[in-house]
Nanobody
């Protein structure tokens, strides 16, 4: 069983940084692709970043060069370092996991509870 717990959201001014964390309490962490989606009210869910079981990383064009996904030092954790944040990054971010390319929404099997990120101009 997999349970994702995401944290680290908050409020910053434009240009600032935040780091999100996700802990996977399950036992199949190493075989999952892990990553992040975000969803603003009234909008569709949007892929943000993913890290494959192989370690390769992939990003949405909107965050390339600003966000970095990585595996944390703590077991079964991933991190999302978000730099140069913009007001349009404001929304709820969800840690996700699945077997395969997380850019495909139907691949996502597991969801965290979400953490709010607010960027003021």
């Amino acid at each position: 069983q997999v349970q994702l717990t995401d944290s680290g959201g908050g409020s910053v001014q434009a240009g600032g940084s935040l780091r999100l964390s996700c802990a996977n309490s399950g036992t199949i962490f190493s075989s999952l692709d892990m990553g992040w989606y975000r969803q603003a009210p009234g909008n569709e869910r949007e892929f943000v970043a993913g890290i494959a079981s192989s370690g390769s990383r992939y990003y949405a064009d909107s965050v390339k060069g600003r966000f970095t996904i990585s595996r944390g030092n703590a077991p079964n954790t991933i991190l999302l370092q978000m730099n140069n944040l913009k007001p349009e990054d404001t929304t709820v971010y969800y840690c996700v996991g699945g077997w395969g390319d997380l850019m495909v929404l139907s691949t996502v099997t597991y969801w965290g509870q979400g953490t709010q990120v607010t960027v003021s101009s």
